[in-house]
């Protein structure tokens, strides 16, 4: 069975500081990860996702994330945050038979 | 591209009603479809899995008859909350995915739809 750990449920950051949200996974077999978004009452904007090639995945918003398999680790970052980056980031796994799982949510509240 | 639509983003109904929520995905044919259920400040927890022309696959501890599912076509699904009660009040979220090439395990998402039973 797959699970996934986000290790902070929240993450308070001033605005223009950089940003790391952790996410730990485990799984028996090879896994495509992904980085959500949510915005208050709106549903899932994808962020990144890392599928294979490259460990380093660029997505949108100034964000990316780097794959680590040996250390089982999906890292979320961006150098300089902003007052619209504060939302809930959900990180989730997927082996390939559609059902992804998610994380409990990291919640980044950015403080001017 | 990718997108997915629900309806109605927000319903209030009373106890002992039904509610239906759509989900459609706009420009993409979907033959996978998921419904989510969120708390407030918790994450997605999956209901069902549904397939276009099959019954859906229901987690555990979901009940079937309460939450019908339907998926009628390659772009619609449909969640029936049944003889619904406060306790069912919740945020849902649909996903469809895109088969084929790189985004076949990915995941599009709806905006939700913020259910209040009085």
Redesign the interface.
């Known amino acids: 069975a797959q699970s996934v750990t986000q290790l902070d449920s929240q993450v308070p950051v001033f605005e223009e500081a950089p940003v790391e949200l952790r996410c730990n996974y485990s799984s028996s077999v090879s896994v ?1 990860l ?1 980085w ?1 978004v949510q915005y208050p ?6 962020l990144l ?1 890392y ?1 294979s090639g490259s460990t380093l995945v660029k997505g949108i918003n100034g964000f990316e994330a780097e794959f680590n398999k040996s250390q089982t680790s999906f890292h979320l970052r961006k150098p300089s945050v902003h007052i619209s980056d504060t939302a809930e980031y ?1 990180c989730a796994v ?1 082996t ?1 038979g ?3 799982i ?4 990291t ?1 980044l509240f950015v403080k001017a | 591209g990718a997108v ?1 639509s ?1 309806h109605p983003s927000w319903v209030i109904c009373k106890s002992g009603t039904s509610v239906k929520i759509e989900c459609r995905s706009l420009d993409f044919q979907a033959t ?1 479809m ?1 419904w989510y259920r969120q708390f407030p ?4 927890m ?1 209901m069902a ?1 549904s397939n276009e022309g099959s019954k859906a696959t229901y987690e555990q501890g979901v009940e079937k008859d309460k939450f019908l599912i339907n998926h009628a076509s390659l772009t619609l699904s449909t969640l029936t909350v049944t003889s619904a009660h406060p306790e069912d009040s919740s ?1 849902y ?1 649909c ?1 469809a ?1 895109s088969p084929g090439g ?1 985004d ?9 739809t ?1 259910l209040t039973v009085l």
Not at chain 1, 41 to 46: A, E, I, K, M, S
């Open positions: 495509y992904f959500y009452n709106q549903g899932l904007q994808l996702k599928l959900f997927n390939g559609f059902k992804t998610f994380g409990a949510g919640r | 997915v629900q996978t998921f400040k918790q994450s997605l999956l899995t945020f979220i996903s995915s790189a076949t395990d990915t995941q599009y998402f709806g905006p939700g913020r």
